[in-house]
């Protein structure tokens, strides 16, 4: 009866994963999450700012003045009208050529809490070299 | 100012206007789409949910990274479509992006568009100030081994 249970909980959880799969790759919702994301980030003081940015970064430019041009708070002390649940920080893509090769492996010993086994977060962006303006939206 | 004076001025810098920008990423967006929402790569995003958050970055890194696995499971990755992993000034537990470039003569001010994909996290866990944003990112692959052993991203330098 246990080992029952066990399975139909199992087979439970799995369904409730193909659901949250199937609504995060929507073709639809990803449509409207990116023209969302199009909008914002192309609207006048966005891209007057982030052209800025582009131009100090390619002269060394520092997360200081990074933050100066492109944080929340700048752009929207610009008049930016950005949505409350927009995320705006540096990024970095890692070189798939040369960047460092480590074996990922939980190890044993480490308790999965059991965090993130049922949902993962899909974000649209728009990015450039170090910044990336994303919408939406993790679950 | 009006809005659309506002944006002449924005755009006078540039070679192109707001409206061909957000044609431009609306096409490179609708390539990225059509792949995600592909029937092999649905079937791999489902492969990984099944897993946990600590052993999807080895996932990423075995499979999602790998040409070979990706065949394997009848994923394939159309030109200019790049799979990466990255990090985040904001630490959020980033596991990849599936990322395009936009196309020279639009690339001057956004350079590409993305659509990425995270670990699960709660929103009021990373915070959106600029003092947390705009930190240097973490090296993606020691993320992905932090993420691996369940240690809070915010703990590492």
């Known amino acids: 009866m246990e080992q029952k249970a066990y399975l139909q909980n199992k087979l439970e959880e799995l369904t409730r994963e193909q659901l949250i ?34 131009e100090r970064a390619a002269k060394g430019a520092s997360f200081e003045e990074a933050g100066d041009l492109m944080s929340l708070e700048s752009l929207r002390a610009a008049g930016a009208d950005i949505p409350k649940d927009f995320r ?12 460092f090769k480590i074996e990922i492996k939980p190890p044993r010993g480490i308790d999965d ?13 728009g990015g450039a070299a170090t910044v990336c303006g994303c919408a939406g939206g993790s679950t | 100012m009006s809005e659309s004076e506002a944006a002449t001025a924005a755009y006078s810098h540039l070679a192109y206007s707001q409206s061909d920008l957000q044609q431009v990423m609306r096409e490179h967006y609708a390539k990225i789409i059509d792949f995600v929402t592909s ?30 696995e990706l065949e394997r499971r009848g994923v394939v990755v159309p030109d200019g479509i790049l ?22 003569g639009f690339n001057d001010v956004w350079q590409n568009v993305n659509i990425t994909f995270d670990n699960e996290y709660l929103d009021e866990a990373v ?31």
Request: aromatic share 8%; hydrophobic share 40%.
């Open chain 1, 88 to 99: 705006l920080t540096s990024r970095v893509f890692e070189d798939r050529e040369t960047g």
């Open chain 1, 21 to 54: 799969v199937k609504s995060q790759l929507d073709r639809e919702r990803l449509v409207t999450i990116t023209g969302n994301l199009i909008d914002t980030i192309t609207s006048p003081k966005f891209i007057e700012n982030m052209r800025q940015f582009r």
């Open chain 2, 83 to 104: 799979l990466q992993r990255s990090a985040f000034g904001d630490r959020r537990p980033t596991l990849f992006a599936v990322k395009h470039f936009l196309p020279e």
């Open chain 2, 39 to 68: 029937p092999p790569f649905k079937a791999l995003m489902l492969e990984m949910s099944a897993m946990s958050h600590m052993e999807r970055p080895g996932f990423v890194a075995d499979v999602l990274l790998d040409d070979g």
């Open chain 1, 113 to 125: 809490d059991g965090m993130g086994r049922v949902a993962w977060g899909a974000c649209a962006g």
């Open chain 2, 127 to 157: 915070p959106r100030s600029r003092d947390v944003c705009w930190r240097p990112p973490l090296e993606p692959a020691h993320q992905a081994l932090a993420m691996a052993r369940n240690i809070p991203l915010e703990q590492q330098p």
